[in-house]
């Protein structure tokens, strides 16, 4: 059994538009001023075009826009398929290292954390402990401060060094330019 859609769900074009008296701009934009929906209509068809229903409930009287509404139902989607192609959604990717961890393997890391920042995402540094490393929690914050200070000129600390169960863990996030 198939529902029937409410009307209000479709746009307000030609036959739907319900008021007594409109105010109808042209297609080139001039005002041909205010007139009942029906004879509006009529000059619409004659020109080929649809009766769009612009500003709804809030003027008085409302005002209606000559135009081709499949074309600029077109237009409006483009506008959102381009603007949704330009954002940037954020994301957090994770850097991992173990307190102990050698000078080559820290550079690496914070080349990696570096490259996550310039493409504008959010940096969680972690690091590990294993076992009985969880007494050295004063070198894991260390370490985490270190990487924050090389990396102060691309980003800013966002959450301060925490412990959470085996791993301590800073956020870091690009900085507003």
Known sequence: MALNKPNRDLPSINERIRFPQ????????GNLGVMPP???LRIAE??????????GEKADPP???IMDYGKYKFEQEKKAREARKKQHTSEIKEVKMRY???????????????RFLKSGDKVKA????????IQHKDIAETLLNRLATDLQELAEIQQAPKQEGKNMIMML????V
């Open 100 to 114: 102990k961890i050698e000078q080559h393997d820290y550079n690496v890391c914070v080349n990696r954390a570096e």
């Open 38 to 40: 029906r004879e509006a």
């Open 126 to 133: 972690t690091v590990m402990f294993r076992g009985r490393e």
């Open 22 to 29: 409109v105010r109808v701009i042209d297609s080139d934009g």
């Open 63 to 65: 005002v209606c826009r």
């Open 173 to 176: 996030g690009p900085k507003k």
């Open 46 to 55: 004659e020109k080929d075009l649809d009766l769009v229903l612009v500003s």
